[in-house]
């Protein structure tokens, strides 16, 4: 029995409109044949009663607690088999949803369904639901029986199980490293402001871009650890999608402010965690960050005064950050130094004009290389998709991602034309590497 591929049925049922309400939840391990069978047995499942609502809030309240529990048992894809056709546009984003009480669960549930590196939706007939169905209405009846109001069954075998930050996952699964792209997209994030192009307008969520920015998570044997790449100008609004609740520090590629723009946001960690926190780069970079923070790293301030609380750390070479080594990789960029970091398996080049030879070297044996690709024009500063596939070539990682991609590149369209093992980056996708 697995937890990383899962179907998921729901349903919400209320007694009156509005009335008292409940929710169903059934998830089923995909990769078992005959799982998306109406009569399959569920693995794990969520029987709640949620108080007095209408039949649209029960609904959506039971989609977004299945979309939660799934990522919760370490899901990496789900397909949500739903009797509602309404609700499978709406969550798609094809039509939008008016009601001012849905349209926020909706939103709720489309963030969750970014932390799954697949997701899809389908109709199916009402009469294929009884499952969530029943279980609603159990809740329903239990609840007037002055029983529990919410039951959640978990499956029985938990060492199956990978959640996203918990130690119950297998020890092989703990020394994987977990990398998140928090954002894609060039530096004026895509769609741009006030402009109309195809991809701008384009209602693909994987054409959506936000600055390019990496969350990089790993498990050192006694907790949980992150660290960001690039805390750009969209830090927060990535931290809220994907519930980064605490960092161990931040890495920089270079002095530009969509890659840096979200340093006063680190306040929110040194604040909440009471303590300061790394941030690293390359020499000349850090310097520059010295003149420009000054007030957040010249380590007069203690944490939760009201401004971020960094240790600036520098080195061309090696960071070393919560147990971590990440090698510097110097790239050309301009006229100003850049830097890509590499630890283990997986190396994030962005901004990349060119990679000289020495740091090819530097690449290789990589599981997984995060590089940039601005556009198909060329760029003074900024290599397009074909030098960023040479880049690949030449230094031959088991897997690619482009990221930094503008407003120029649709996803679908780049996709196709990508060879094996190469694939567009997008928000929100996560992928493992696993530990050397
Ligand atoms: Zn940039
Ligand atoms: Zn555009
Ligand atoms: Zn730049």
């Known amino acids: 029995m697995s937890t990383r591929s899962l179907i998921i049925r729901t349903d919400g049922a209320c007694r009156g409109n509005p009335g008292p309400a409940s929710i169903g939840v059934a998830l089923y391990d995909a990769t078992v044949p005959g799982s998306d069978r109406p009569d399959a047995a569920p693995i794990a499942s969520i029987s709640a009663a949620i108080g007095t609502t209408t039949n649209n809030v029960a609904e959506w309240r039971a989609m ?3 979309i939660d529990f799934a990522a919760e048992l370490g899901a990496r894809e789900v397909r949500l088999l739903l009797d509602s056709k309404l609700v499978v546009e709406q969550l798609q984003g094809r039509w939008r949803v008016r009601d001012a009480k849905l349209a926020p669960l909706c939103d709720e549930a489309q963030r969750g369904l970014m932390r799954f590196a697949t997701w899809s939706a389908q109709h199916v007939p009402r009469d294929q639901n009884s499952r969530a169905d029943a279980l609603a209405n159990e809740a329903l009846d239990r609840a007037l029986r002055g029983g529990p109001a919410w039951i959640a069954r978990r499956p029985e075998e938990p060492n199956l199980v990978a959640p996203r930050s918990h130690a119950t996952s297998s020890a092989a699964e703990n020394q994987a490293t977990r990398i998140t792209i928090l954002g894609s997209g060039a530096s004026r994030g895509v769609p741009r402001v006030g402009c109309r192009c195809g991809v701008c307008l384009s209602r693909d969520q994987r054409n959506q871009r936000l600055r390019s920015s990496v969350l990089v998570e790993w498990h050192d044997g006694a907790a949980e650890r992150g660290v960001i790449i690039d805390p750009g100008m969209d830090l927060r609004q990535q931290a809220l999608r994907h519930g980064i609740h605490r960092l161990d520090g931040a890495l920089v590629t270079h002095i530009h402010v969509d890659h840096t723009g979200g340093i006063d946001e680190l306040r929110a960690y ?4 009471d303590t300061v926190l790394p941030i ?22 203690a944490p939760g005064a009201g401004i971020p609380a960094l240790q600036l750390i520098s080195s061309d070479r090696q960071i070393q950050i919560a147990g971590r080594t990440f090698d510097a990789i110097p790239i050309v960029h301009g006229k100003r130094p850049a830097h890509g970091w590499r630890s283990g398996g997986f190396a994030y080049l962005t901004d990349v004009g060119s990679v000289p030879p020495a740091s090819r070297e530097l690449l290789e044996g990589l599981d997984l290389l995060i590089v940039s690709a601005l556009r198909d024009l060329p760029h003074p500063t900024h290599q397009t998709v074909d030098e960023a596939l040479a880049v690949i070539q030449a230094v031959a990682p088991r897997r690619a991602l482009l990221t930094h991609l503008d407003h120029d590149l649709d996803f679908e369209d780049l996709a196709a034309r990508l060879p094996a093992g190469v694939a567009p980056a997008f928000d929100g996708l996560v992928v493992e590497v696993p530990a050397r």
């Open 64 to 66: 977004v607690a299945a």
């Open 280 to 301: 690293g780069a390359g020499v000349a970079t850090a310097e520059e960050l010295r003149l420009r923070w000054e007030y957040a790293v010249d380590g007069r301030t």
């Open 270 to 273: 040194t604040d909440a965690q």
